[in-house]
């Protein structure tokens, strides 16, 4: 089992920053894929951010590329997205997800917190 609690979320204006923090907890924390997943109302949820358990390896969906950038700290096991150049349309309820298996499916995720972008 694996619980998962998101921070940070908030309102911000367009090209604004803000950092989501996830806090992990149960399974060992550098054993397991981290994932940063977003739903906007009235669209499906996308990943838009994955990193390796060990740190090494980042993938990116193309909407956040080169504005948001994903990280963790093994030692304190939690995740991060520090969310730059923030646009309306990234306004979405954002999910950290773990990945245990290893098969790009977050069998675990937090509850999410709210990013709203005005313009």
């Known amino acids: 089992q694996v619980q998962l609690v998101e921070s940070g979320g908030g309102s911000v204006q367009a090209g604004g920053s803000l950092r989501l923090s996830c806090a992990a907890s149960?399974?060992?924390?550098?054993?397991?894929?981290m994932g940063w997943l977003r739903q906007a109302p009235g669209k499906e949820r996308e990943v838009i951010a994955r990193?390796?358990?060990?740190?090494?390896?980042?993938y990116y969906a193309d909407s956040v590329k080169g504005r948001f950038t994903i990280s963790r700290d093994n030692a304190k096991n939690m995740v991060y997205l520090q969310m730059n150049s923030l646009k309306p349309e990234d306004t979405a309820l954002y999910y950290c997800?773990?990945?245990?298996?290893?098969?790009?499916?977050?069998?675990?995720r937090g509850q999410g917190t709210q990013v709203t972008v005005s313009s």
């Open positions: 149960g399974r060992t924390f550098s054993s397991y894929a």
């Open positions: 997800a773990a990945d245990v298996n290893g098969d790009l499916q977050y069998d675990y």
């Open positions: 990193i390796h358990r060990s740190g090494v390896s980042t």
